[in-house]
């Protein structure tokens, strides 16, 4: 009966997330004359003619590009700043140390909406207005708390032995960092990549105010497809989810051991 019961909560559950990303796939890929037809469950044949036109006609090719960039810039800056930070976090103690984690914590209780203005100010000034850069470096100041929490808490994992141990052997602190901690926190950070790209990917406020020409895949979305018909929705929905997926599922092997490590 127990069994049974955990197998009846699997299913619900897959089906509440599941379900509607396979209504957005088959949305996508169903003709027009069809998507409106009452009379039959599932279309009697699939089209990428919708993907096609989004990606093609509407410039949806370019914004996608244009959407990686972004995202693996953003990851690259916020964890060449939150690495080292998340490690201090957690193997140094030092006066401010709570107040500086509150501090961070208390940046993303701020609505973007409120710096909207003063930031594309200072984006004109600077020169980073409609420039993938630009917004690359907005995602990371919206990362970076995250990702230096996360990389703390798995640093502060790692047994600090494992360093001493290094350096009683001739490595410096800086070459048991590289050689034995990095390895060994890998799966965190694959983890803290996976929150940080997909935020990257999904941030839409900050790519329309900050970009007109050079739009991420988002806002791109936002400002053609919405005013398009529904199978367009369909496959916009279908773009933005196709590549977290496939980001998820080569980096799954880090998760995996991340969750065995956590369970011994």
């Known amino acids: 009966m127990k069994a049974l019961l955990y197998a009846l909560v699997f299913v619900v559950v897959s089906l509440w997330f599941l379900g509607p990303m396979f209504i957005t796939f088959v949305g996508s890929m169903t003709p027009a004359s069809e998507l409106y037809s009452f009379d039959r469950i599932f279309p009697s044949k699939l089209t990428f003619d919708h993907i096609y036109k989004l990606l ?3 410039g949806g090719w370019r914004a996608t590009l244009i959407s990686f960039q972004v995202a693996f810039t953003a990851i690259a800056i916020s ?12 193997r140094y103690r030092f006066k401010g140390k ?3 984690i509150l501090t961070m914590l208390f940046t993303r209780s701020i609505p973007l909406i409120v710096i909207a203005i003063p930031l594309v100010v200072l984006y004109l000034r600077m020169g980073l207005v409609d420039s993938p850069f630009g917004v690359a470096l907005a995602h990371a100041a919206m990362m970076l708390p995250f990702v230096i929490l996360i990389t703390s808490s ?7 032995e494992y360093e001493e141990a290094g350096m009683i052997f001739g490595l410096t602190r800086f070459g048991a960092f590289l050689r034995i901690t990095m390895p060994l926190a890998l799966p965190g950070l694959a ?3 996976i929150y ?3 935020m990257s990917w999904n941030e839409i406020f900050a790519a329309s105010v900050l970009s007109l020409q050079n739009r991420t895949l988002p806002a791109h979305i936002l400002a053609t497809a919405m005013a398009s018909p529904d199978y367009f929705k369909y496959a916009a929905g279908t773009i933005m989810a196709v590549p977290a997926l496939l980001f998820i599922f080569f980096i799954r092997k880090y998760l995996i051991t991340l ?3 956590s369970l011994k």
């Open 79 to 90: 964890f060449a700043i939150g690495i080292p930070a998340g490690y201090a976090l957690a």
């Open 154 to 160: 798995v640093f502060s994992g790692v047994f600090v």
């Open 56 to 58: 093609v006609n509407l």
């Open 196 to 198: 940080a790209f997909i």
């Open 191 to 193: 983890a803290s990549a």
């Open 98 to 100: 709570n107040f500086i």
């Open 259 to 261: 969750w065995g490590i």
